[in-house]
């Protein structure tokens, strides 16, 4: 079940009330009587510690593409080339900023703790995918 989208206009102010439509979303799943596990999926515009917050304290899950900072890149590099596992994509998938197509990729663990800068928001995260292992 998709219980909200929402399409953002230019680049200002993208995530302004990311934590309220998130938050209205899981209702929206919960009052339709969802059951299983609630998972919201977030493009890196919405990586805020209080989207995020809003989230977990709603019990869901999140899916959320972290941008690419200093800190991301070095926890990506320090990930040694055999903790990489495969994954095939059926069909080959256009990434623009590499200028290719795509048809592998890999998925690795790596320790990571965002929004450390935000008392109370601090945030493990160990799953990173990547297409250029």
Known sequence: MIAATRLRGGNAASARGAASCAAGAI???REAECTGLIVVRMDSAYYLAKGIAAIRRAGARFSVTVPMDPKVTAAIAAIP???WSPIKYPRAIWDDQLSAWISDAG???VPYT???SKKGHA???AKVRSANR
């Open 107 to 109: 998925i690795a663990e």
């Open 114 to 116: 965002a929004f450390t």
């Open 123 to 125: 945030l493990f995260a």
């Open 27 to 29: 209702a929206t799943a």
């Open 81 to 83: 080339g055999d903790a």
